[in-house]
């Protein structure tokens, strides 16, 4: 049972425009979700988190909305640029754990 | 400040042979976790230490696989004896004291068995 789902395995974006990645959930007891984005051949690289008690946190470029009532979540890149072409994840944990659980990641590609 | 690094980069065995995975953590955190990613599939949880003890191994997927963190420094994941279906990139990832931190990856070390 896939409780974090990145129902879109890969996303084209012209550079300069705005990527919209998808993060889906069922776990209603997750209270704080990460992306992270990751090149090949490389590990992981956080990119930015929210609680749930927030429906949004930016960090210039990056900005991550929360829809609890949804149990949705999605990371805005804008503008997008061609390093940004990566594998995105997004990974969610519940209150008082340490286990995170992660989607199958989506592959953005930013074309020049 | 060093990060998470793991050892070696990549293995490659046959199937049925012992294989031994190195993480160093970043000085200072508590928590260490093992993770596993098979070919385009998610990353997946396997164990998470506080310290030197297991607090949940419940994504260990049997008893080929043992983890160990002597002295709550680095860990080791011992495959033994390993089989087709272990191979994928296991990531190593570390975290300080409570929960709700951002966890940080190691490199991973890539595992291929044949």
């Known amino acids: 049972d896939q409780q974090v789902k990145q129902n879109s395995p890969s996303l084209s974006v012209q550079e300069g425009r705005i990527s919209i990645l998808n993060c889906d959930y069922t776990?209603?007891?997750?209270?704080?979700f990460l992306w992270y984005k990751k090149y090949p051949a490389e590990g992981p690289t956080f990119l930015i988190s929210?609680?749930?008690?927030?429906d949004k946190n930016e960090d210039g470029r990056f900005t991550v909305f929360l829809n609890k009532s949804a149990k949705h979540l999605s990371l805005h890149i804008v503008p997008s640029q061609p390093g940004d072409s990566a594998v995105y994840f997004c990974?969610?944990?519940?209150?008082?754990?340490?286990?995170?659980?992660f989607g199958t990641g989506t592959r953005l590609k930013v074309l020049a | 400040e060093a990060g998470v690094t793991q050892f070696p980069s990549h293995s490659v065995i046959e199937k049925g042979q012992t294989v031994t995975l190195r993480c160093d953590p970043i000085?200072?955190?508590?928590?260490l976790y093992w993770y596993r990613r098979v070919m385009g599939k998610e990353i997946k949880f396997l164990l998470h230490?506080?310290?030197?003890?297991?607090?949940?191994e419940s994504g260990m997927p049997n008893n080929r696989f043992l983890a160990e963190r002597t002295g709550g420094t680095y860990s080791t994941l011992k495959v033994q004896p390993a089989e087709l279906e272990d191979s994928g990139v296991y990531f190593c990832?570390?975290?300080?004291?409570?929960?709700?931190?951002?966890?940080?990856f190691g490199e991973g070390s890539w595992l291929t068995v044949v």
């Open positions: 990832a570390s975290s300080p004291g409570h929960s709700g931190n951002t966890i940080y």
């Open positions: 776990n209603s007891m997750f209270d704080y």
């Open positions: 929210i609680s749930s008690i927030k």
């Open positions: 990974a969610a944990s519940a209150k008082g754990t340490y286990k995170y659980i």
């Open positions: 000085s200072g955190h508590d928590n």
């Open positions: 230490f506080v310290k030197e003890s297991k607090q949940d």
